[in-house]
């Protein structure tokens, strides 16, 4: 399955308006943290490796990912070691050995709502250095990833019906461009994400 998502600010009363027709699903809160190489090796090919809750999982781009907001989510721990070309022993026990630090450490307390096809996310961050950051993200699934442009033409259509404002950063995005701006340059001189 593929993830197609967009990122959206929303006022309290936009928030109000989506969530009053939508289907509650649950919350639950999390911790990420976020690994790379200090060359930022994975961010600078736009992949994504972090550790939910002490569970490994690995965001890969897809082929066309021109806007930035399309991602196959691999959570198979033997799957994330051939892609990071790490041999032998555990994940969890080989990144410090392959190089990989934490840059990022973030809890965040989602709120999950459905509505049709759509996954709606609201989170609230908090990371470790005290810098908070709320966002919602609209996401659809699907199959195929020739079907990636129609996906996220849906999600923009929907959040229109209810004036939400699309921006192009998600939380860790955010918190790169204020607490990390040599990667957050590198990454945008690469057109990773926009400034």
């Known amino acids: 399955m593929f993830e197609i998502e967009k990122n959206f600010i929303l006022t309290k009363e936009q928030e109000d308006n989506l969530i009053k027709d939508s289907e509650f699903i649950g919350q639950k809160v999390f911790t990420d943290i976020y690994y790379d190489k200090e060359n ?5 090919k736009d ?3 972090r550790a939910r809750d002490g569970k490994f999982e690995l965001k890969l781009p897809l082929v066309n990912n021109e806007a930035g907001d ?3 989510e691999v959570d198979d ?4 070691k051939e892609v990071l070309n790490i041999k032998g022993e555990s994940l969890k026990e080989s990144l410090g050995k392959y190089g990989y630090i934490p840059f990022c450490v973030c809890k965040t307390t989602r709120k999950k709502y459905k509505q049709g096809d759509f996954n709606i996310d609201v989170d609230s961050a908090e990371f470790d ?16 990833d020739k079907k990636a442009n129609e996906a996220a033409e ?6 229109k019906n209810y004036g939400l404002r699309s ?3 998600g939380k860790i995005i955010e918190y790169l461009k204020i607490y990390r701006p040599n990667q957050f340059k590198v990454l945008s001189d690469l057109g990773i994400f926009q400034k």
């Not at 930022?40 to 600078?44: E, G, H, Q, R």
């Not at 849906?154 to 959040?159: L, Q, T, V």
Request: aromatic share 18%.
């Open 167 to 169: 921006v192009k950063n």
């Open 77 to 80: 721990e033997d799957h994330i």
């Open 70 to 72: 399309r991602y196959e």
């Open 129 to 144: 250095n005290g810098f908070r950051y709320s966002i919602s993200e609209i996401e659809l699934m699907i199959d195929d």
């Open 40 to 44: 930022y090796d994975l961010t600078k």
């Open 154 to 159: 849906k999600i923009i259509n929907f959040a």
């Open 47 to 49: 992949i994504w490796f």
